[in-house]
């Protein structure tokens, strides 16, 4: 079988959508940190989408900051893969062209700052997940302790962090006198330009005060909501992409056929013509980021721990059991809708109701345990800011709280058979320590845990009703375990 490469694009089945433009005219104008499967199925397709209407200066330098296997993968095939969109009825294969080269931060510091010190670079964008912002998520603030900054900030020219990246390729362009980039966060933080533009600031403040102003006065993170369900790409899905491809794609993506991106439109420099292809490009995004974080991501956090504590590999198998629908259909609707304020003409029972039959689509493999990564970041956005305006109304909090008991139970990196798993997030070192002094006890778990000042920060360990509907759900989900808790209390 040949290898996935431009000379054999005309071979392909006439099933396979491949670039409709000729991309030895397109150039590089953004350069992407954090180039894994998301990046490649959501605002790669859009720019696709741009580059077929004409556009010749949007093509995309993917940089990956932890190693070369994504580049040594894609390279053989001139940066060409297959977006393979599947659901109940199959897979849909597209060949996507808006990558144009990749980069190793590793493997030559200088060559990246170089690239984004171009002038011709006028938008650097992000997806690398809540914890490579390096931040503290319980107040949106540099971790000055982290010790990625740390060591940025004794070799801010040779950096390892995207924060560090970000702040150095600016100074080269202050000091060139080249207008900066455009920073445009696409992760899943609730206001992720306004986090991206704290973290940079303070860290080229730390840098070099001057830089720091600069950056400050200069600099625009316009905010953004992304949303396409990308699960992990795993051997089967490369043979089945393969198969019906008719040649060997090292690393292809596979996604639903669901996507959505809203901007707030914040660009000095210019960006892609994205409203073209589906972007909604707005004034303020904040609406749209409650209803996403909270309603999918919220959920899907709490599908996570829940179904894999109770034994789920994927949230499409979670799906399946009626008593988790119905927790999710209440939590949902008795506890993070009435936290939205959304602009009118938002239909939000509809958004609900496809959410539960995106969750449900039985052809996207979304592992429990990739959702449930990273938990400490992403809890603060998710539940615990729904749960904080539910306090502040007097609104109950029932539902929320399993989600908070549920992620501590997992956290502690045992599951209801007693066998120990890793636990794949940045504290997870804290996790394991407060584990093995606490034990099982419902009551010591849930004080240890609500003491991490980083996650819930000062005020929910000493609000007496959320320390007791966590503790109370707590214990349950140790007497009982996940699948009986869920059952006994959530009739479908």
Same mark, same amino acid.
């Given at each position: 079988?040949?290898?996935?490469?431009?000379?054999?694009?005309?071979?392909?089945?006439?099933?396979?959508?491949?670039?409709?433009?000729?991309?030895?005219?397109?150039?590089?104008?953004?350069?992407? =940190?954090?180039?894994?499967?998301?990046?490649?199925?959501?605002?790669?397709? @859009?720019?696709?989408?741009? =580059?077929?209407?004409?556009?010749?200066?949007?093509?995309?330098?993917?940089?990956?900051?932890? #190693?070369?296997?994504?580049?040594?993968?894609?390279?053989?095939?001139?940066?060409?893969?297959?977006?393979?969109?599947?659901? #109940?009825?199959?897979?849909?294969?597209?060949?996507?062209?808006?990558?144009?080269?990749?980069?190793?931060?590793?493997?030559?510091?200088?060559?990246?700052?170089?690239?984004?010190?171009?002038?011709?670079?006028?938008?650097?964008?992000?997806?690398?997940?809540?914890?490579?912002?390096?931040?503290?998520?319980?107040? #949106?603030?540099?971790?000055?302790?982290?010790?990625?900054?740390?060591?940025? /900030?004794?070799?801010?020219?040779?950096?390892?962090?995207?924060?560090?990246?970000?702040?150095?390729? =600016?100074?080269?362009?202050?000091?060139?006198?080249?207008? $900066?980039?455009?920073?445009?966060?696409?992760?899943?933080?609730?206001?992720?330009?306004?986090?991206?533009?704290?973290?940079?600031?303070?860290?080229?403040?730390?840098?070099?005060?001057?830089?720091?102003?600069?950056?400050?006065?200069?600099?625009?993170?316009?905010?953004?909501?992304?949303?396409?369900?990308?699960?992990?790409?795993?051997?089967?899905?490369?043979?089945?992409?393969?198969?019906?491809?008719?040649?060997?794609?090292?690393? $292809?993506?596979?996604?639903?056929?669901?996507?959505?991106?809203?901007?707030?439109?914040?660009?000095?420099?210019?960006?892609?013509?994205?409203?073209?292809?589906?972007?909604?490009?707005?004034?303020?995004?904040?609406?749209?980021?409650?209803?996403?974080?909270?309603?999918?991501?919220?959920?899907?956090?709490?599908?996570?721990?829940?179904?894999?504590?109770?034994?789920?590999?994927?949230?499409?198998?979670?799906?399946?059991?009626?008593?988790?629908?119905?927790?999710?259909?209440? /939590?949902?609707?008795?506890?993070?809708?009435?936290?939205?304020?959304?602009?009118?003409?938002?239909?939000?029972?509809?958004?609900?109701?496809?959410?539960?039959?995106?969750?449900?689509?039985?052809?996207?493999?979304?592992?429990?345990?990739?959702?449930?990564?990273?938990?400490?970041?992403?809890?603060?956005?998710?539940?615990?800011?729904?749960?904080?305006?539910? /306090?502040?109304?007097?609104?109950?909090?029932?539902?929320?709280?399993?989600?908070?008991?549920?992620?501590?139970?997992?956290?502690?990196?045992?599951?209801?058979?007693?066998?120990?798993?890793?636990?794949?997030?940045?504290?997870?070192?804290?996790?394991?320590?407060?584990?093995?002094?606490?034990?099982?006890? $419902?009551?010591?778990?849930?004080?240890?845990?609500?003491?991490?000042?980083?996650?819930?920060?000062?005020?929910?360990?000493?609000?007496?009703? @959320?320390?007791?509907?966590?503790?109370?759900?707590?214990?349950?989900?140790?007497?009982?375990?996940?699948?009986?808790?869920?059952?006994?209390?959530?009739?479908?």
């Amino acid at each position: 079988m040949a290898r996935l490469h431009p000379d054999i694009l005309a071979t392909l089945p006439d099933t396979v959508e491949r670039p409709a433009y000729d991309r030895d005219r397109v150039t590089v104008g953004i350069v992407h =940190l954090g180039i894994g499967a998301f990046h490649r199925a959501h605002q790669c397709v @859009f720019t696709d989408d741009v =580059l077929a209407r004409g556009a010749t200066e949007w093509g995309i330098c993917g940089v990956d900051l932890l #190693g070369p296997e994504v580049r040594d993968k894609l390279a053989p095939q001139e940066w060409l893969y297959t977006a393979a969109t599947q659901s #109940g009825e199959g897979q849909r294969l597209r060949v996507i062209g808006a990558l144009r080269e990749i980069l190793v931060g590793p493997d030559d510091p200088e060559a990246l700052i170089a690239r984004m010190g171009d002038p011709a670079i006028r938008i650097a964008s992000v997806t690398v997940t809540e914890k490579g912002y390096c931040h503290d998520p319980a107040t #949106g603030e540099l971790n000055m302790a982290h010790p990625g900054i740390k060591a940025d /900030l004794v070799s801010p020219a040779r950096p390892t962090t995207v924060i560090g990246t970000l702040a150095a390729a =600016l100074d080269r362009r202050r000091k060139a006198g080249t207008a $900066p980039f455009t920073v445009m966060s696409c992760d899943n933080l609730f206001q992720n330009g306004r986090i991206a533009r704290a973290v940079v600031t303070a860290f080229a403040e730390s840098v070099d005060p001057a830089l720091g102003r600069w950056v400050a006065e200069n600099v625009a993170f316009p905010c953004t909501m992304v949303d396409r369900i990308t699960p992990a790409t795993t051997p089967e899905d490369i043979a089945r992409v393969n198969a019906d491809l008719g040649a060997e794609d090292a690393w $292809p993506v596979v996604c639903e056929p669901f996507k959505q991106w809203v901007i707030e439109d914040n660009f000095p420099e210019g960006r892609p013509d994205w409203g073209v292809a589906g972007a909604e490009i707005v004034a303020d995004v904040e609406p749209f980021e409650f209803m996403k974080l909270r309603l999918l991501n919220g959920s899907h956090s709490a599908l996570s721990y829940l179904g894999g504590l109770a034994g789920h590999v994927h949230i499409s198998d979670v799906m399946t059991q009626p008593a988790f629908v119905a927790f999710m259909r209440r /939590l949902m609707d008795e506890e993070i809708t009435p936290t939205l304020d959304l602009p009118p003409g938002v239909d939000v029972a509809a958004y609900k109701e496809s959410l539960i039959e995106r969750f449900t689509n039985p052809a996207i493999k979304h592992r429990t345990a990739q959702i449930a990564m990273d938990g400490s970041q992403k809890l603060p956005q998710r539940i615990l800011g729904p749960v904080r305006e539910r /306090l502040a109304g007097g609104g109950s909090i029932g539902h929320l709280a399993l989600v908070v008991a549920a992620w501590i139970r997992y956290a502690t990196g045992i599951d209801e058979t007693g066998a120990a798993f890793e636990v794949s997030d940045p504290m997870a070192p804290r996790f394991r320590e407060i584990a093995a002094r606490a034990g099982r006890d $419902p009551a010591a778990l849930v004080k240890d845990f609500l003491s991490l000042e980083e996650v819930f920060g000062g005020d929910l360990p000493q609000t007496t009703v @959320f320390v007791e509907a966590v503790t109370a759900w707590l214990g349950e989900l140790y007497a009982k375990g996940a699948a009986a808790t869920v059952n006994s209390h959530y009739e479908p």
